[in-house]
Nanobody, 126 residues
Framework: QMQLVESGGGLVQAGASLRLSCAASGRTFSSYAMGWFRQAPGKEREFVAAYSRSGAYTYYADSVKGRFTISRDNAKNTVYLQMNSLKPEDTAVYYC???????????????????WGQGIQVTVSS
C-alpha cells in the first residue's frame, strides 16, 4: 500500500496563493505518476493536474492552466500543487493520487489511480 497525506490547505481570499503538499510513503514514489483532483459539494470529482513518472511532463485542466503548477521532489517523496490567482470556483476538497501508468492518456481519469489521499479543504472567499 501507498499512503498519501495532503497538507497546506486553508481559507484564503480570491487572488491569493496556496501551496498544497502531498507526502507519500509505503511504495516507491518514483514508480508512480502523481495527480491532483478536486471535488466540490454537489459536483463531480475533476482532474486538476498530473506529473509523469519520469521526464518531468506535466498536465493541467484547462480551468487551472497558467495559474496552478504541479511539481514533485522524489528525494522527499512529495508532490506539490502551487495555486496562484485563486478564484472562488477553486473551492473544493483537493486529493492527491498515485498512478502506475506510463501513459498520460490515463492521467486525466481518477479511475486509473491506485492510491488516494484523504483530501484537504481549500476555500477561496470572494
Amino acid at each position: 500500500q501507498m499512503q498519501l497525506v495532503e497538507s497546506g490547505g486553508g481559507l484564503v481570499q480570491a487572488g491569493a496563493s496556496l501551496r498544497l503538499s502531498c507526502a507519500a510513503s509505503g511504495r516507491t514514489f518514483s514508480s508512480y505518476a502523481m495527480g491532483w483532483f478536486r471535488q466540490a459539494p454537489g459536483k463531480e470529482r475533476e482532474f486538476v493536474a498530473a506529473y509523469s513518472r519520469s521526464g518531468a511532463y506535466t498536465y493541467y485542466a484547462d480551468s487551472v492552466k497558467g495559474r496552478f503548477t504541479i511539481s514533485r521532489d522524489n528525494a522527499k517523496n512529495t508532490v506539490y500543487l502551487q495555486m496562484n490567482s485563486l478564484k472562488p470556483e477553486d473551492t473544493a476538497v483537493y486529493y492527491c493520487a498515485a498512478n502506475p501508468s506510463y501513459s498520460s492518456n490515463y492521467y486525466y481519469r481518477g479511475e486509473t489511480y491506485d492510491y488516494w489521499g484523504q483530501g484537504i479543504q481549500v476555500t477561496v472567499s470572494s
